[in-house]
């Protein structure tokens, strides 16, 4: 299976950056990083991918270490409304249409005003 | 926002009761998913389907069917509701974005009790 690790929750302070950090050992050359979030009462969101080199976009950056075998999500200044709970996934291709996430229990970011 | 909406939103029904949950894309997106999420489980994938009238299953699929006779629908069916199955279900869509990679965007979900 394709399993990450992650803390349990973790807080922060608004206007702070979070750094939100993910192992993943048993990643393959191929496997890529995705991260997902989940706000209260709603389906989850992408927030961001990368396979090697680190990622920028407007929600979010991605760090991922040069062995791949852990990643950091970053979020450069936490508002309220990024309280959420973040999964660290990394798909595995097994081939040909078999592309699938596996989704771990997260990590819940509470964000204190 | 993606186009996929998700039918019933809840639902209640009795144990041993037929029970069909509909996922419906307006992106014409290849790809589509069904996942539960149950406290302290995260979310668990059921079936998937990588086009029309093909389908796999996923880590948690004993109990349940689904069926995609267009791009646009995926059913998901439990034959005979058991108070197990009472979750949250999510669909989701993707497209496919180059050596696997892509963006999956979820429904908003619908919340079944089998009592």
């Known amino acids: 299976d394709a399993k990450t690790t992650q803390p349990n929750s973790m807080e922060s302070n608004e206007e702070e950056p979070v750094h939100l950090p993910c192992n993943h050992s048993?990643?393959?050359?191929?496997?890529?990083i995705h991260w997902y979030r989940q706000l209260p009462s709603q389906g989850p969101e992408y927030v961001i991918h990368?396979?090697?080199s680190n990622v920028n976009n407007r929600m979010a950056s991605l760090a991922i270490a040069e062995d791949r075998k852990s990643s950091t999500l970053i979020l450069h200044r936490a508002t309220l409304r990024d309280a959420a709970v973040y999964y660290c996934i990394h798909g595995v291709n097994s081939g040909g249409s078999n592309y699938k996430l596996t989704f771990g229990k997260g990590t819940l970011l509470t964000v204190n005003p | 926002d993606a186009g996929i909406t998700q039918s019933p939103r809840h639902k209640v029904t009795e144990t041993g009761t037929p029970v069909t949950l509909r996922c419906h894309q307006t992106e014409n997106h290849r790809y589509m998913y069904w996942y539960r999420q149950d406290p302290g489980h995260g979310l668990r994938l059921i079936h998937y389907s990588y086009g029309v009238k093909d389908t796999d299953k996923g880590e948690v699929s004993d109990g349940y069917s689904v069926s995609r006779s267009k791009t646009e629908d995926f059913l998901l069916t439990l034959e005979s509701a058991t108070s197990s199955q009472t979750s949250v279900y999510f669909c989701a869509i993707s497209g496919w974005g180059g050596q696997g990679a892509y963006e999956q965007y979820f429904g908003p979900g619908t919340r079944l009790t089998v009592t």
């Open positions: 990368g396979l090697t």
């Open positions: 048993t990643i393959s050359g191929t496997d890529y």
